[in-house]
């Protein structure tokens, strides 16, 4: 296990991530019942910007770095809850912050709700322990997330989102992110899924989307963002499935994915796609 978030914290990739997060926590927050977010890959829950990692690589520059300029009208409406959200970790914890996923669902959560964080690396799971441990509505679990997630589903809530976001150092992981899915989807059908890959390799997309497509009999978003032309060495996209998604959140997609794909293009390059497959709702 080499992958260390810290070094990435607030890139390209985390914003598209956390944006659609975000989004789906609080179209979940549209009900009163409670709901349950589970976070099979977690991290650390927050880093700082002006720690040494995230400075060695500066991708946040690209990243969250590049949203100080308002977006328009109907697409910062959109982004409100992903500013406050991190406006309100920074309160919490420093003006250089930036919230991994633990950091961002803890803001949603009313009272009765539950965050579940998994995290397989010793010491960030300490880390990670230590931070949300304290708080009723949060938990935090040093196991491996595939596992756990087979283990937590259905949640006695029966409401709720999983965030699946592994760091992919093994080949093979997008099949087995698929696998997973179409396994996770059998034992809790309703349940929202937001699944995060990265986009080297167009066509392996592609391939795990048409698997997940013949297999998934629920609705099924994929949302792609690339900031440079698609090259099978080097990280020039990511995407996200989402499973179940909120009613709205396509045509939301179709109106912050150009705005993205415009503001964190690397050269000239920004591109997207938003496409719905899997069954009818
Ligand atoms: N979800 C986090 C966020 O948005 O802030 C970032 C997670 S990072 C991309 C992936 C994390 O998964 C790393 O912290 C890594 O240590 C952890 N990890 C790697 N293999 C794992 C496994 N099998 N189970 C759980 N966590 C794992």
């Not at 914003?15 to 927050?29: A, I």
């Not at 499935?241 to 705005?259: G, T, Y």
């Amino acid at each position: 296990m080499n992958y260390r978030h810290a070094f990435h914290a607030g890139n390209f990739a985390d914003v598209l991530k956390h944006l659609v997060l975000t989004r789906v926590l609080v179209h979940l927050q549209g009900k009163a019942t409670a709901f349950r977010a589970i976070d099979t890959h977690a991290g650390l829950g927050f880093y700082d910007l002006t720690g040494d990692e995230a400075g060695r690589t500066g991708e946040w520059f690209e990243g969250w770095g590049r949203l100080d300029e308002p977006f328009t009208e109907e697409v910062e409406a959109l982004l409100v809850p992903y500013r406050g959200a991190v406006a309100a970790v920074r309160a919490r914890h420093g003006a250089t912050i930036y919230p991994g996923s633990p950091a961002l669902i803890r803001e949603f959560l009313r009272p009765g709700d539950q965050g579940v964080f998994v995290e397989l690396h010793p010491l960030d799971a300490e880390i990670l322990r230590g931070r949300y441990n304290q708080d009723s509505r949060t938990k935090v679990l040093h196991l491996d997330g595939w596992t756990a997630l087979n283990a937590m589903i259905p949640p006695p809530e029966r409401r709720g989102v999983v965030l699946i976001d592994p760091p992919y150092e093994e080949l093979g992981e997008i099949d087995r992110l698929a696998a997973a899915l179409v396994k996770a989807v059998t034992k809790w059908p309703t349940g929202t899924y937001v699944a995060w890959y990265p986009i080297k390799d167009v066509a392996l997309v592609d391939r795990m989307v048409a698997d997940l497509h013949r297999e998934l009999d629920r609705p099924a978003l994929r949302l792609d963002l690339m900031v440079s032309e698609p090259d099978p060495t080097r990280l020039n996209g990511n995407g996200l499935i989402v499973i179940n998604p909120p009613w709205r959140l396509a045509d939301e997609a179709n109106l912050f994915l150009p705005a993205l794909a415009e503001r964190l293009a690397r050269r000239d390059y920004g591109a997207f796609r938003c496409v719905a497959f899997g069954a009818e709702a």
